[in-house]
Structure formats: structure tokens, C-alpha cells
């Protein structure tokens, strides 16, 4: 007959002592692993992306233009500022949704623009016996003057307004119906556009118009001609 083995009280003992650790082992690699915090999201500086540095640029133009309706005031400057709050708001949201630095703000390239005198004012003073420096009062004075056909808003990039509605431009250099073509280098891609209000920079385009010559997912047109047509 065949002898039944059977394990001693010590050795029972040690089976169940181990099976208790690699049990609690294996849970406190489960606890580990689940409380570990998952790794946090990186935002994009304006330096690190272009669709980052375009957006920063559009915001930063309509908070220029905001500080300059807040310091020449008219009837109509607190509509126009709501309506420009409004558009900065919607701005970072597109940051946060493109991973951006939110509400990072960056001046465009006409910067110096605004403090610069009204194209009227060089213009007058201009007439008196130089007609041969035309084209240095018009850097003087902005672009307003230039015949219809000429470049103007040389070296400026363009980006967007972030305003609704039909294709159309907003300037500090051209008054409104000023009709402007703007052609992006980088896609050969041109559209024809009516200023329609005042900004911070000599064109913005609204979001339809820049949608016409945008590059997919960028906010800034880095090498673009600016022909005043009409």
C-alpha cells in the first residue's frame, strides 16, 4: 500500500507565509501603478510653434488695439472694445485647444504703427515743395497714400483678427472701403479684401478672409505681399 505524504505544521506554515507575500507584493505593485499621476501636458511658447506665435500676434494686436481706443476714446469705443474682448476671449481658446500658452501675447510687425501721426498729417506737410520724397512721406505717414496697384505694408506678416462674418480686413493705414489684395508666398494663395474697421496693424484679416490664404493649421503669414487695389 501506498503511504500518503503529508506536509508538517512548519511547512504549512511557510507555504501560506509565502503565498502572503507574493500576494501583498503583487498589490503594491498594482497600488503603485495606479496611483502613479499621469505625466502633465506641455503648452508651446510663441517661439516654439508657429500656430502658437500667430495666435499670440492676433491677440496681442487687438489688446493694442483696445489700449489705443482706451486712450483716444470716441462714441463709438466701448462697442468697439466688447466686440475686440470678445474676439480675445475666443483667441484663447484656440491656444488652450493648439496647446499653447494661454492668453501669451506678441506684437506684430507694424508695432510702431500706432504711434506714429495720421497718414493726413505727413501728407499735407509733404506737399508743401517736396513731391520728389512722396514715397518717404508715405513711410512717414503709412501706406493710405499709395496709388492703387502699389505693394504696401512692406516686411509685415499677417494673421487674424479673429472678428466673424464676410472675407474682410481691418487697418490703422487704409480707411474703410480701401479694397486690398493680400497673396501668402508660402501657397500662392491670394484674396481680395474691403477694409471694413479700424485695428493695431496696417491688415488684419478677419477669419473668413484668412481662411482663403491661410496655411492648414498655421495663424501667421510669415512672407506675404500686400497690393492696395481699390
Same mark, same amino acid.
Given at each position: 500500500?501506498?503511504?500518503?505524504?503529508?506536509?508538517?505544521?512548519?511547512?504549512?506554515?511557510?507555504?501560506?507565509?509565502?503565498?502572503?507575500?507574493?500576494?501583498?507584493?503583487?498589490?503594491?505593485?498594482?497600488?503603485?501603478?495606479?496611483?502613479?499621476?499621469?505625466?502633465?501636458?506641455?503648452?508651446?511658447?510663441?517661439?516654439?510653434?508657429?500656430?502658437?506665435?500667430?495666435?499670440?500676434?492676433?491677440?496681442?494686436?487687438?489688446?493694442?488695439?483696445?489700449?489705443?481706443?482706451?486712450?483716444?476714446?470716441?462714441?463709438?469705443?466701448?462697442?468697439?472694445?466688447?466686440?475686440?474682448?470678445?474676439?480675445?476671449? *475666443?483667441?484663447?481658446?484656440? &491656444?488652450? %485647444?493648439? /496647446?499653447?500658452?494661454? $492668453?501669451?501675447?506678441? #506684437?506684430?510687425? @507694424?508695432?510702431? =504703427?500706432?504711434? *506714429?501721426?495720421?497718414?493726413? &498729417?505727413? %501728407?499735407? /506737410?509733404?506737399?508743401? $515743395?517736396?513731391?520728389? #520724397?512722396?514715397? @518717404?512721406?508715405? =513711410?512717414?505717414?503709412?501706406?493710405?497714400?499709395?496709388?492703387?496697384?502699389?505693394?504696401?505694408?512692406? $516686411?509685415?506678416?499677417?494673421?487674424?483678427?479673429?472678428?466673424?462674418?464676410?472675407?474682410?480686413?481691418?487697418?490703422?493705414?487704409?480707411?474703410?472701403?480701401?479694397?486690398?489684395?493680400?497673396?501668402?508666398?508660402?501657397?500662392?494663395?491670394?484674396?481680395?479684401?474691403?477694409?471694413?474697421?479700424?485695428?493695431?496693424?496696417?491688415?488684419?484679416?478677419?477669419?473668413?478672409?484668412?481662411?482663403?490664404?491661410?496655411?492648414?493649421?498655421?495663424?501667421?503669414?510669415?512672407?506675404?505681399?500686400?497690393?492696395?487695389?481699390?
Amino acid at each position: 500500500m501506498s503511504r500518503k505524504r503529508t506536509l508538517g505544521p512548519k511547512k504549512k506554515l511557510a507555504l501560506l507565509l509565502s503565498a502572503a507575500t507574493v500576494a501583498g507584493g503583487g498589490a503594491f505593485v498594482m497600488a503603485t501603478t495606479s496611483n502613479a499621476s499621469p505625466p502633465e501636458a506641455t503648452t508651446k511658447a510663441a517661439a516654439d510653434s508657429s500656430v502658437c506665435q500667430g495666435l499670440a500676434t492676433a491677440l496681442g494686436n487687438n489688446e493694442r488695439f483696445i489700449e489705443g481706443q482706451k486712450a483716444n476714446p470716441d462714441a463709438q469705443s466701448e462697442a468697439r472694445i466688447a466686440n475686440r474682448e470678445a474676439v480675445i476671449a *475666443q483667441i484663447k481658446v484656440q &491656444q488652450e %485647444a493648439s /496647446g499653447c500658452t494661454v $492668453g501669451e501675447s506678441a #506684437q506684430g510687425s @507694424q508695432a510702431a =504703427q500706432p504711434e *506714429q501721426p495720421a497718414p493726413s &498729417q505727413p %501728407a499735407q /506737410g509733404e506737399q508743401a $515743395g517736396q513731391g520728389e #520724397q512722396a514715397g @518717404q512721406g508715405q =513711410q512717414a505717414g503709412g501706406d493710405a497714400g499709395a496709388a492703387a496697384g502699389e505693394q504696401v505694408c512692406n $516686411g509685415s506678416t499677417v494673421t487674424l483678427s479673429g472678428e466673424g462674418g464676410a472675407p474682410a480686413a481691418s487697418s490703422n493705414q487704409f480707411p474703410a472701403g480701401t479694397k486690398l489684395k493680400v497673396t501668402n508666398l508660402d501657397n500662392n494663395k491670394s484674396t481680395t479684401v474691403e477694409v471694413t474697421s479700424v485695428s493695431g496693424s496696417c491688415v488684419l484679416l478677419n477669419n473668413a478672409a484668412f481662411e482663403q490664404v491661410r496655411e492648414a493649421g498655421k495663424f501667421l503669414i510669415r512672407r506675404a505681399v500686400i497690393e492696395k487695389v481699390g
